[in-house]
């Protein structure tokens, strides 16, 4: 039996406070003298990134280092991969070398399930495709948490590009597992295919949903995908459909959180003056991070021989 | 928690038994140490922890100063295989600087010596105290590591096939240390304590 962490969907509440939990006690650790500790002393962990992500692969890394564990950090770049091995005998080379756990980033979405049928070391999902991010919602969920405590009722807008974004997708998941009421808005050629069957509400009316969200979560919005786009064609007006500008953010009650998965495109999705917002926890969710990752981590490896 | 295998044999200490072998641990800290000055009591979850602070009451009857009390969990700290990762059942807090200080570690039994060994890189971990030492309330013996208590409330001769159950009021209903046997039970006492 592994433990791998493919989907949000793996977890459900339980297991969501359980990687809650851990967090707070691994944001403890991550503010001592000696920020570590020896839980995972002597287990391997191979951060796989076959797409590039900076925030991601090194909060993966400080988390493994801080219980102790070793690293090896694998991107597509000039790896075997490029001189035409599959992505199978990469990952199977990797696990004969002795890994203990995979992390694992790719274009493709499900290739961590994929690669979990021919390991029989945990994976864990860093962000494949348009599918899953299961820890960038962990993070989320705790950061919200540290500011709410519990998560019934909360009113959760999630904006954007929402068909291809793992992000919503992920959060979906963990808000609505957790109680909130998720709302997903987005011009509707961004609206994902099925999304009736999302436990959320759909809109495509931005000013109507900001009126009764506590929290606002912007995704990242991809230019290229707003140029190609037939109804918009133009960023200026993907802005003023969609964006959380300064005006909609000054219409804001103070206590309404605002969040963004990073990195931001400020002046699209967010304008800079909603970003540094009091309320905006944009830092404060890149700091958990690092313990939601070293959470995953253990809840994966800790207590194996 | 795991209370359904544990049969009873034989009650070691009832309530006025604990409190007195909490006084006198609490006397022998004070002589040991030359007062309560420096002095840093630090409970293992879970039972540890009411351990301590019975300590540093009884300490502040007799001086009118009661030493500092943490906590420790020693979750990620420990050595051994199980078969699902230990969640932390407390926070781990130390209110004073550890450097210089004399850390009385408190734990409820003592039987491997590994959770000893764990809560001691532990608490290295937040800096070099002067001295470490180990208070607890049963010793049963079955050492795994070269570790010993400086204050023990009763040296309990028991087989590794027993288990040791403590009770105290603040966690559980009681006072009470009991010997007896639960089959479904591998480690030193209910708890787990190891």
Redesign the interface.
Known sequence: MTRSLLSIDDLGREGIETVLALTREFRDVSSRPIPKVPALRGKTIANCFFEDSTRTRISFEIAAKRLSADTITFTQKGSSLSKGESLRDTVRTLCAMGVNALVCRHEASGAPARIAQWVDVPVINAGDGAHEHPTQALLDVATVADHRGDLGGLRTLIVGDIAHSRVARSNVLAFSAMGAQVTVCGPATLLPPGGESWPAEVTTDLDAALEKADIIYLLRMQKERIEADPVFGSIKEYVQMYGLTAERAARLDPDVLVMHPGPMNRGIEIASEAADLPASLVEEQVANGVAVRMAVLYLALGGTP | MRRSGFAPKARVLDEDEIRRAITRIAHEILERNKGPDGVLLVGLHTRGVPLAHRIAAAIAAVEGVAPAVGSV?I????DD????????TG??EVPVAVDDATVVLVDDVLYTGRSARAAM??IC???RPRAIQLAVLVDRGHRELPIRADYVGKNLPSSRDETVRVRLGEVDETDAVEIGTSPDQVSGSVEAAT
Do not use: N
Request: aromatic share 16%; glycine share 4%.
């Open positions: 969990d979750a990620f700290y420990r295989v199980q078969s699902a990762p230990r969640v932390p926070p781990t890189d532990a971990d937040f800096g």
